[in-house]
Protein backbone atom coordinates (compact mmCIF):
# COMPACT_ATOMS: atom_id res chain seq x y z
CA UNK A 1 0.00 0.00 0.00
CA UNK A 2 1.24 3.09 -1.03
CA UNK A 3 2.35 5.88 1.63
CA UNK A 4 -0.43 8.20 3.13
CA UNK A 5 1.37 11.46 3.04
CA UNK A 6 -1.34 14.43 1.36
CA UNK A 7 -2.61 17.17 3.68
CA UNK A 8 -5.13 20.06 2.31
CA UNK A 9 -4.15 23.39 3.52
CA UNK A 10 -5.49 26.60 2.31
CA UNK A 11 -7.20 24.68 -0.22
CA UNK A 12 -4.42 23.17 -1.77
CA UNK A 13 -3.16 19.77 -1.72
CA UNK A 14 0.44 19.24 -0.38
CA UNK A 15 2.88 17.01 0.46
CA UNK A 16 3.93 16.13 4.45
CA UNK A 17 7.12 16.96 4.85
CA UNK A 18 7.92 15.36 8.65
CA UNK A 19 8.77 11.83 9.89
CA UNK A 20 7.30 8.92 8.94
CA UNK A 21 5.35 5.97 11.28
CA UNK A 22 4.70 2.24 10.25
CA UNK A 23 1.32 1.43 9.71
CA UNK A 24 0.54 -2.35 10.01
CA UNK A 25 -2.98 -4.36 8.52
CA UNK A 26 -4.67 -5.28 12.08
CA UNK A 27 -5.74 -8.71 10.07
CA UNK A 28 -2.63 -9.42 8.71
CA UNK A 29 0.01 -7.85 10.56
CA UNK A 30 1.52 -7.12 7.38
CA UNK A 31 3.14 -3.63 6.35
CA UNK A 32 0.38 -0.97 5.30
CA UNK A 33 2.91 1.41 4.16
CA UNK A 34 3.82 4.38 6.09
CA UNK A 35 1.28 7.62 7.27
CA UNK A 36 3.92 11.00 6.75
CA UNK A 37 3.48 13.57 9.65
CA UNK A 38 3.33 17.15 8.80
CA UNK A 39 6.02 19.14 9.57
CA UNK A 40 6.33 22.13 12.56
CA UNK A 41 6.06 24.68 9.76
CA UNK A 42 2.98 22.80 8.16
CA UNK A 43 1.08 22.87 11.22
CA UNK A 44 1.95 26.74 11.94
CA UNK A 45 1.13 26.69 8.13
CA UNK A 46 -2.60 25.15 8.67
CA UNK A 47 -3.85 27.26 11.76
CA UNK A 48 -2.83 30.21 9.39
CA UNK A 49 -4.92 29.37 6.53
CA UNK A 50 -7.76 28.98 9.14
CA UNK A 51 -7.62 32.10 10.65
CA UNK A 52 -7.33 33.73 7.69
CA UNK A 53 -10.36 32.25 6.16
CA UNK A 54 -12.13 33.02 9.63
CA UNK A 55 -11.36 36.76 9.24
CA UNK A 56 -12.26 36.47 5.48
CA UNK A 57 -15.78 36.59 6.73
CA UNK A 58 -16.82 32.50 7.19
CA UNK A 59 -17.73 33.55 10.31
CA UNK A 60 -19.98 36.30 9.28
CA UNK A 61 -21.32 34.24 6.57
CA UNK A 62 -25.22 33.65 7.20
CA UNK A 63 -26.71 30.20 8.64
CA UNK A 64 -28.67 29.74 5.27
CA UNK A 65 -25.45 30.05 3.55
CA UNK A 66 -23.36 27.30 5.41
CA UNK A 67 -25.95 25.31 5.30
CA UNK A 68 -26.10 25.42 1.51
CA UNK A 69 -22.40 24.26 1.77
CA UNK A 70 -22.25 21.52 3.99
CA UNK A 71 -25.07 20.21 2.04
CA UNK A 72 -22.88 20.29 -1.23
CA UNK A 73 -20.45 18.61 1.04
CA UNK A 74 -22.44 15.91 2.63
CA UNK A 75 -23.69 15.10 -1.39
CA UNK A 76 -19.69 14.60 -2.04
CA UNK A 77 -19.06 12.43 0.87
CA UNK A 78 -22.17 10.36 -0.19
CA UNK A 79 -20.72 9.41 -3.99
CA UNK A 80 -17.38 8.10 -1.50
CA UNK A 81 -19.67 6.13 0.59
CA UNK A 82 -18.47 2.59 -0.63
CA UNK A 83 -15.23 3.77 -0.95
CA UNK A 84 -15.12 5.34 3.03
CA UNK A 85 -16.25 1.97 3.96
CA UNK A 86 -13.55 0.46 2.19
CA UNK A 87 -11.10 2.70 3.47
CA UNK A 88 -12.44 2.13 7.12
CA UNK A 89 -12.55 -1.89 6.99
CA UNK A 90 -8.74 -1.74 5.61
CA UNK A 91 -7.64 0.67 7.84
CA UNK A 92 -8.72 -0.23 11.42
CA UNK A 93 -10.32 -3.90 10.93
CA UNK A 94 -13.96 -3.49 10.73
CA UNK A 95 -15.73 -5.92 8.78
CA UNK A 96 -17.02 -4.32 5.60
CA UNK A 97 -20.73 -4.73 6.14
CA UNK A 98 -20.56 -3.25 9.73
CA UNK A 99 -18.25 -0.80 8.04
CA UNK A 100 -20.67 0.25 5.55
CA UNK A 101 -24.10 -0.16 7.37
CA UNK A 102 -22.62 0.97 11.10
CA UNK A 103 -19.50 3.17 10.76
CA UNK A 104 -20.34 4.97 7.83
CA UNK A 105 -24.12 5.23 8.42
CA UNK A 106 -24.02 6.73 11.60
CA UNK A 107 -21.63 9.66 10.31
CA UNK A 108 -24.60 10.06 7.36
CA UNK A 109 -26.95 10.58 10.21
CA UNK A 110 -25.15 13.16 12.34
CA UNK A 111 -24.15 14.91 9.78
CA UNK A 112 -28.30 15.22 9.17
CA UNK A 113 -28.80 15.71 12.62
CA UNK A 114 -26.45 18.83 11.96
CA UNK A 115 -28.29 20.34 9.38
CA UNK A 116 -31.45 20.17 10.75
CA UNK A 117 -30.31 22.02 13.99
CA UNK A 118 -28.83 24.21 11.81
CA UNK A 119 -31.90 24.70 9.60
CA UNK A 120 -33.59 26.09 12.98
CA UNK A 121 -30.71 27.51 14.06
CA UNK A 122 -31.09 31.15 16.01
CA UNK A 123 -28.08 33.13 16.65
CA UNK A 124 -29.80 36.59 17.75
CA UNK A 125 -32.37 36.60 19.53
CA UNK A 126 -33.99 38.81 22.60
CA UNK A 127 -33.31 37.69 25.57
CA UNK A 128 -36.87 38.79 26.60
CA UNK A 129 -40.17 39.12 24.95
CA UNK A 130 -38.68 42.63 24.43
CA UNK A 131 -35.83 43.49 22.08
CA UNK A 132 -33.66 46.00 24.17
CA UNK A 133 -31.41 43.16 24.83
CA UNK A 134 -30.40 40.46 22.61
CA UNK A 135 -28.20 37.42 23.38
CA UNK A 136 -26.11 36.53 20.39
CA UNK A 137 -24.19 33.47 20.00
CA UNK A 138 -21.17 33.70 17.65
CA UNK A 139 -18.31 31.72 16.20
CA UNK A 140 -15.59 30.94 18.48
CA UNK A 141 -12.31 31.25 15.49
CA UNK A 142 -10.66 28.81 15.06
CA UNK A 143 -11.04 25.27 15.74
CA UNK A 144 -8.63 22.14 16.01
CA UNK A 145 -10.42 18.97 15.72
CA UNK A 146 -8.57 16.11 17.23
CA UNK A 147 -9.86 12.52 16.23
CA UNK A 148 -9.85 8.80 17.02
CA UNK A 149 -9.16 5.91 15.54
CA UNK A 150 -12.46 3.55 16.40
CA UNK A 151 -15.07 5.78 14.47
CA UNK A 152 -12.89 7.47 12.01
CA UNK A 153 -15.52 8.98 9.89
CA UNK A 154 -18.56 9.00 12.41
CA UNK A 155 -16.01 10.99 15.16
CA UNK A 156 -14.59 13.42 12.00
CA UNK A 157 -17.75 14.26 10.92
CA UNK A 158 -19.45 15.22 14.03
CA UNK A 159 -16.72 17.87 14.81
CA UNK A 160 -16.58 19.19 11.40
CA UNK A 161 -20.29 19.21 10.56
CA UNK A 162 -20.94 20.81 13.91
CA UNK A 163 -17.78 23.50 13.52
CA UNK A 164 -18.33 24.71 10.33
CA UNK A 165 -22.23 25.07 10.70
CA UNK A 166 -21.32 27.39 13.73
CA UNK A 167 -18.95 29.71 12.04
CA UNK A 168 -15.69 28.48 12.74
CA UNK A 169 -13.02 27.90 10.44
CA UNK A 170 -11.06 24.39 11.18
CA UNK A 171 -7.70 22.04 11.22
CA UNK A 172 -8.26 18.73 11.27
CA UNK A 173 -5.79 16.35 12.68
CA UNK A 174 -7.31 12.49 12.64
CA UNK A 175 -5.32 9.32 14.02
CA UNK A 176 -2.42 8.39 12.66
CA UNK A 177 -3.86 4.91 12.08
CA UNK A 178 -7.03 6.24 9.81
CA UNK A 179 -5.98 9.16 8.26
CA UNK A 180 -7.03 7.76 4.73
CA UNK A 181 -10.32 7.96 5.67
CA UNK A 182 -10.06 11.89 6.54
CA UNK A 183 -7.91 12.24 3.03
CA UNK A 184 -11.13 10.98 1.30
CA UNK A 185 -13.54 13.41 3.56
CA UNK A 186 -11.08 15.87 2.23
CA UNK A 187 -11.36 15.41 -0.97
CA UNK A 188 -15.40 15.45 -0.41
CA UNK A 189 -14.95 19.28 1.14
CA UNK A 190 -12.82 19.73 -1.68
CA UNK A 191 -15.44 19.00 -4.23
CA UNK A 192 -18.21 21.39 -2.49
CA UNK A 193 -16.38 24.14 -2.87
CA UNK A 194 -16.28 25.61 0.50
CA UNK A 195 -13.56 28.69 0.53
CA UNK A 196 -10.34 28.10 1.05
CA UNK A 197 -8.81 28.24 4.69
CA UNK A 198 -11.92 27.22 6.32
CA UNK A 199 -11.14 23.09 6.15
CA UNK A 200 -7.79 21.92 6.80
CA UNK A 201 -6.57 18.60 6.76
CA UNK A 202 -2.97 17.86 8.52
CA UNK A 203 -1.48 14.29 9.21
CA UNK A 204 0.55 13.23 12.19
CA UNK A 205 0.90 11.59 15.24
CA UNK A 206 0.50 12.71 18.96
CA UNK A 207 3.47 14.77 18.62
CA UNK A 208 1.76 16.69 15.88
CA UNK A 209 -1.46 16.74 18.05
CA UNK A 210 -0.12 18.28 20.96
CA UNK A 211 2.11 21.23 18.91
CA UNK A 212 -1.24 21.79 17.56
CA UNK A 213 -2.83 22.67 20.64
CA UNK A 214 0.40 24.74 22.13
CA UNK A 215 -0.63 27.20 18.90
CA UNK A 216 -1.91 30.20 20.89
CA UNK A 217 -3.99 32.09 17.96
CA UNK A 218 -6.09 29.28 18.16
CA UNK A 219 -9.50 29.23 19.49
CA UNK A 220 -11.11 25.84 20.81
CA UNK A 221 -9.44 22.27 20.82
CA UNK A 222 -12.29 19.70 20.30
CA UNK A 223 -10.71 16.02 21.27
CA UNK A 224 -11.83 12.55 21.33
CA UNK A 225 -9.75 10.05 22.77
CA UNK A 226 -8.35 7.84 25.58
CA UNK A 227 -8.53 10.25 29.16
CA UNK A 228 -5.20 10.49 29.70
CA UNK A 229 -4.29 12.41 26.23
CA UNK A 230 -7.18 14.16 27.34
CA UNK A 231 -6.41 15.03 30.46
CA UNK A 232 -2.96 16.55 28.84
CA UNK A 233 -4.41 18.59 25.73
CA UNK A 234 -6.49 20.76 28.88
CA UNK A 235 -3.47 21.28 30.60
CA UNK A 236 -2.01 23.10 27.58
CA UNK A 237 -4.78 24.31 26.53
CA UNK A 238 -5.67 26.15 29.84
CA UNK A 239 -2.00 28.40 29.33
CA UNK A 240 -3.90 29.98 26.85
CA UNK A 241 -6.98 29.96 28.10
CA UNK A 242 -7.98 28.06 24.94
CA UNK A 243 -11.93 26.50 25.13
CA UNK A 244 -11.99 22.84 25.38
CA UNK A 245 -14.50 20.06 24.20
CA UNK A 246 -13.54 16.53 25.18
CA UNK A 247 -14.79 13.43 24.53
CA UNK A 248 -13.08 10.62 26.35
CA UNK A 249 -13.18 7.45 28.01
CA UNK A 250 -16.15 5.08 29.51
CA UNK A 251 -16.81 1.99 31.17
CA UNK A 252 -21.04 2.02 31.26
CA UNK A 253 -23.20 0.46 33.77
CA UNK A 254 -26.01 -1.75 32.35
CA UNK A 255 -28.15 -2.83 35.07
CA UNK A 256 -30.38 -5.87 34.54
CA UNK A 257 -33.61 -5.88 37.30
CA UNK A 258 -35.15 -9.18 37.72
CA UNK A 259 -38.21 -7.93 35.78
CA UNK A 260 -36.51 -7.36 32.75
CA UNK A 261 -36.84 -9.34 29.45
CA UNK A 262 -33.86 -11.15 30.33
CA UNK A 263 -32.69 -12.96 27.33
CA UNK A 264 -33.19 -9.46 25.03
CA UNK A 265 -31.68 -7.30 27.77
CA UNK A 266 -28.72 -10.11 27.73
CA UNK A 267 -28.45 -10.15 24.24
CA UNK A 268 -28.32 -6.79 23.19
CA UNK A 269 -26.04 -6.27 26.57
CA UNK A 270 -23.58 -8.56 24.88
CA UNK A 271 -24.01 -7.50 21.40
CA UNK A 272 -23.23 -3.86 22.22
CA UNK A 273 -20.06 -4.63 24.90
CA UNK A 274 -18.36 -6.51 21.88
CA UNK A 275 -19.92 -4.32 18.65
CA UNK A 276 -16.82 -3.16 16.86
CA UNK A 277 -14.60 -5.31 18.74
CA UNK A 278 -15.37 -3.68 22.36
CA UNK A 279 -13.62 -0.54 20.75
CA UNK A 280 -16.34 2.16 21.53
CA UNK A 281 -16.08 4.97 24.35
CA UNK A 282 -19.86 3.91 25.14
CA UNK A 283 -19.82 0.19 25.06
CA UNK A 284 -22.12 -1.45 27.43
CA UNK A 285 -18.84 -3.01 29.26
CA UNK A 286 -20.36 -3.50 33.09
CA UNK A 287 -23.15 -5.95 33.26
CA UNK A 288 -25.24 -5.44 36.75
CA UNK A 289 -27.61 -8.07 36.85
CA UNK A 290 -30.10 -8.28 40.10
CA UNK A 291 -28.93 -11.51 42.07
CA UNK A 292 -32.54 -13.41 41.22
CA UNK A 293 -31.39 -13.78 37.70
CA UNK A 294 -27.88 -13.41 37.98
CA UNK A 295 -26.91 -17.16 37.52
CA UNK A 296 -29.69 -17.43 34.12
CA UNK A 297 -27.77 -13.96 32.77
CA UNK A 298 -24.21 -15.49 32.63
CA UNK A 299 -25.54 -18.25 31.09
CA UNK A 300 -27.41 -16.07 28.20
CA UNK A 301 -24.09 -14.25 28.03
CA UNK A 302 -22.21 -17.55 27.40
CA UNK A 303 -24.68 -18.24 24.59
CA UNK A 304 -24.54 -15.06 23.33
CA UNK A 305 -20.90 -14.89 22.77
CA UNK A 306 -20.37 -18.26 21.93
CA UNK A 307 -22.50 -16.99 18.97
CA UNK A 308 -20.06 -14.04 17.81
CA UNK A 309 -17.22 -15.24 15.78
CA UNK A 310 -14.31 -13.75 14.04
CA UNK A 311 -13.20 -13.42 10.46
CA UNK A 312 -11.63 -11.18 7.97
CA UNK A 313 -12.46 -7.41 7.85
CA UNK A 314 -13.10 -7.75 3.91
CA UNK A 315 -15.72 -11.26 4.56
CA UNK A 316 -19.03 -9.98 4.39
CA UNK A 317 -21.35 -11.23 7.67
CA UNK A 318 -22.30 -10.41 10.89
CA UNK A 319 -18.58 -10.92 12.53
CA UNK A 320 -16.32 -9.02 14.82
CA UNK A 321 -12.86 -7.99 13.28
CA UNK A 322 -9.49 -7.61 14.92
CA UNK A 323 -8.50 -4.93 17.28
CA UNK A 324 -7.18 -1.94 15.71
CA UNK A 325 -3.21 -2.62 16.42
CA UNK A 326 -0.80 -4.86 18.33
CA UNK A 327 -0.47 -2.17 21.35
CA UNK A 328 -4.26 -2.57 21.31
CA UNK A 329 -4.18 -6.44 21.15
CA UNK A 330 -1.65 -6.19 24.39
CA UNK A 331 -3.41 -3.71 26.35
CA UNK A 332 -6.57 -6.48 26.33
CA UNK A 333 -4.26 -9.22 26.90
CA UNK A 334 -2.84 -7.67 30.36
CA UNK A 335 -6.49 -6.87 31.66
CA UNK A 336 -7.11 -10.15 31.33
CA UNK A 337 -4.08 -11.41 33.54
CA UNK A 338 -5.08 -8.98 35.86
CA UNK A 339 -8.56 -10.37 35.89
CA UNK A 340 -7.65 -14.01 36.44
CA UNK A 341 -5.14 -12.66 38.97
CA UNK A 342 -7.45 -10.46 40.93
CA UNK A 343 -9.79 -13.72 40.78
CA UNK A 344 -12.49 -12.67 38.33
CA UNK A 345 -14.37 -16.02 36.56
CA UNK A 346 -13.82 -16.42 33.29
CA UNK A 347 -16.73 -17.61 32.19
CA UNK A 348 -16.27 -17.60 28.83
CA UNK A 349 -13.47 -16.45 26.63
CA UNK A 350 -10.15 -15.47 27.81
CA UNK A 351 -6.31 -14.84 26.66
CA UNK A 352 -4.79 -14.77 23.20
CA UNK A 353 -6.17 -15.42 19.61
CA UNK A 354 -9.18 -17.72 19.09
CA UNK A 355 -8.59 -21.11 17.68
CA UNK A 356 -7.63 -21.36 14.07
CA UNK A 357 -6.41 -17.89 13.68
CA UNK A 358 -2.51 -17.55 13.86
CA UNK A 359 -2.33 -13.86 12.26
CA UNK A 360 -3.97 -10.73 13.44
CA UNK A 361 -4.75 -8.67 16.25
CA UNK A 362 -7.89 -11.05 17.20
CA UNK A 363 -8.81 -10.77 20.90
CA UNK A 364 -11.17 -13.34 21.88
CA UNK A 365 -14.64 -12.70 23.37
CA UNK A 366 -14.50 -12.92 26.86
CA UNK A 367 -17.43 -13.01 29.41
CA UNK A 368 -15.93 -12.42 33.20
CA UNK A 369 -18.24 -13.33 35.83
CA UNK A 370 -18.51 -12.12 39.61
CA UNK A 371 -16.28 -9.41 39.13
CA UNK A 372 -16.24 -7.23 42.44
CA UNK A 373 -16.11 -3.42 42.77
CA UNK A 374 -12.60 -3.85 43.87
CA UNK A 375 -11.60 -5.30 40.77
CA UNK A 376 -9.21 -3.34 38.66
CA UNK A 377 -11.83 -4.36 35.34
CA UNK A 378 -14.30 -3.23 37.07
CA UNK A 379 -12.93 0.09 37.06
CA UNK A 380 -10.73 0.44 34.03
CA UNK A 381 -11.71 1.03 30.69
CA UNK A 382 -10.32 -2.28 28.45
CA UNK A 383 -11.93 -1.34 24.77
CA UNK A 384 -11.77 -4.36 23.90
CA UNK A 385 -14.51 -7.63 23.74
CA UNK A 386 -14.58 -7.94 27.35
CA UNK A 387 -17.97 -8.03 29.31
CA UNK A 388 -17.73 -7.73 33.05
CA UNK A 389 -20.78 -8.85 35.22
CA UNK A 390 -21.66 -8.53 38.72
CA UNK A 391 -24.66 -9.71 40.95
CA UNK A 392 -26.55 -6.91 43.17
CA UNK A 393 -29.15 -6.85 45.46
CA UNK A 394 -31.08 -3.99 45.87
CA UNK A 395 -32.11 -0.57 43.58
CA UNK A 396 -29.95 1.21 45.75
CA UNK A 397 -26.92 -0.90 45.62
CA UNK A 398 -26.80 -0.99 41.66
CA UNK A 399 -26.88 2.73 41.21
CA UNK A 400 -23.95 2.74 43.87
CA UNK A 401 -22.03 0.13 42.13
CA UNK A 402 -23.11 2.01 38.94
CA UNK A 403 -21.27 5.21 40.28
CA UNK A 404 -18.67 3.61 41.51
CA UNK A 405 -16.46 4.28 38.33
CA UNK A 406 -14.32 7.66 37.62
CA UNK A 407 -15.86 7.78 34.27
CA UNK A 408 -19.57 8.90 33.62
CA UNK A 409 -20.38 8.42 29.90
CA UNK A 410 -23.03 6.66 29.21
CA UNK A 411 -25.83 4.43 31.68
CA UNK A 412 -28.05 1.37 30.50
CA UNK A 413 -31.48 0.32 31.88
CA UNK A 414 -33.45 -2.66 32.04
CA UNK A 415 -37.09 -3.08 33.66
CA UNK A 416 -40.27 -3.58 32.99
CA UNK A 417 -41.15 -1.08 36.25
CA UNK A 418 -40.87 2.64 34.02
CA UNK A 419 -41.48 4.55 37.37
CA UNK A 420 -37.99 2.84 38.54
CA UNK A 421 -36.82 3.46 35.54
CA UNK A 422 -36.90 6.58 35.73
CA UNK A 423 -35.50 7.15 39.54
CA UNK A 424 -32.29 5.24 38.65
CA UNK A 425 -31.92 6.80 34.77
CA UNK A 426 -31.89 10.31 37.43
CA UNK A 427 -29.43 9.18 39.82
CA UNK A 428 -26.51 7.70 37.83
CA UNK A 429 -23.39 9.88 37.46
CA UNK A 430 -23.53 9.71 33.37
CA UNK A 431 -24.43 12.54 30.77
CA UNK A 432 -26.42 9.89 28.36
CA UNK A 433 -29.11 7.49 29.84
CA UNK A 434 -30.93 4.57 27.68
CA UNK A 435 -33.55 2.33 28.62
CA UNK A 436 -34.80 -0.88 27.44
CA UNK A 437 -32.66 -0.64 24.51
CA UNK A 438 -34.22 2.45 23.07
CA UNK A 439 -31.72 4.48 21.11
CA UNK A 440 -30.99 8.11 21.00
CA UNK A 441 -32.71 10.16 18.88
CA UNK A 442 -31.05 12.25 16.06
CA UNK A 443 -29.29 15.13 17.72
CA UNK A 444 -28.87 13.92 20.82
CA UNK A 445 -26.17 15.32 22.91
CA UNK A 446 -23.47 13.14 23.54
CA UNK A 447 -21.24 13.30 25.87
CA UNK A 448 -20.17 12.65 29.60
CA UNK A 449 -18.73 13.95 33.14
CA UNK A 450 -16.40 13.18 35.20
CA UNK A 451 -13.01 10.91 33.68
CA UNK A 452 -15.49 11.08 30.41
CA UNK A 453 -14.72 14.17 29.89
CA UNK A 454 -16.71 17.70 29.26
CA UNK A 455 -19.11 19.10 26.54
CA UNK A 456 -21.72 17.56 23.71
CA UNK A 457 -21.71 16.94 20.59
CA UNK A 458 -23.87 16.16 18.01
CA UNK A 459 -27.22 18.07 16.96
CA UNK A 460 -28.15 21.76 18.04
CA UNK A 461 -25.55 20.86 21.24
CA UNK A 462 -22.82 19.97 18.97
CA UNK A 463 -22.93 23.49 16.65
CA UNK A 464 -23.41 25.44 20.47
CA UNK A 465 -20.32 23.83 21.27
CA UNK A 466 -17.81 26.16 18.81
CA UNK A 467 -19.73 28.99 19.99
CA UNK A 468 -19.96 32.16 22.17
CA UNK A 469 -22.53 33.79 23.73
CA UNK A 470 -22.32 37.73 23.30
CA UNK A 471 -25.21 39.91 25.16
CA UNK A 472 -26.36 43.15 24.00
CA UNK A 473 -28.67 45.72 25.21
CA UNK A 474 -29.70 49.04 23.85
CA UNK A 475 -30.22 48.31 20.21
CA UNK A 476 -32.51 46.00 18.31
CA UNK A 477 -30.76 43.71 15.67
CA UNK A 478 -30.77 46.18 12.31
CA UNK A 479 -29.63 42.99 9.79
Known amino acids: MTNCDQMYIAGQWQTARGQAVALINPATEQSAGDLICASPAQVTEAVDAARAAFDAGWGQLDTLS ?35 AGQVGAAFAHLEATLTALDHLVNDRPLTQFDAHRIRYEPLGVAVLITPWNWPLNQVVLKVGAALAAGCCVVLKPSELSSRTAVILAKAIEAAGLPKGVFNLILGDGAVGAALVEIPQIDIVSFTGSTATGREIAKQAAQHFTRTTLELGGKSPNILFADCDLPTAVRQGVA ?111 FGPVLCMTPFDTEDEAIAFANDSPYGLAGYIQTADEARADRVAQRLRVGMVQVNGKSREGGAPFGGMGQSGSGREAGLWGIRAFQDIKSISGVARTN
Open 272 to 382: HCFRNSGQSCNAATRMLVQRDVYDDAVALAVEAAEQTYLDAPDHPGGHQGPLVSQAQYERVQRYLQIAKDEGARFAYGGAGRPDGIEAGFYARPTVLADVTPEMTVFKDEI
Open 66 to 100: RAEYLRAFVAALEERREELAQCISAEIGTPIDFAR
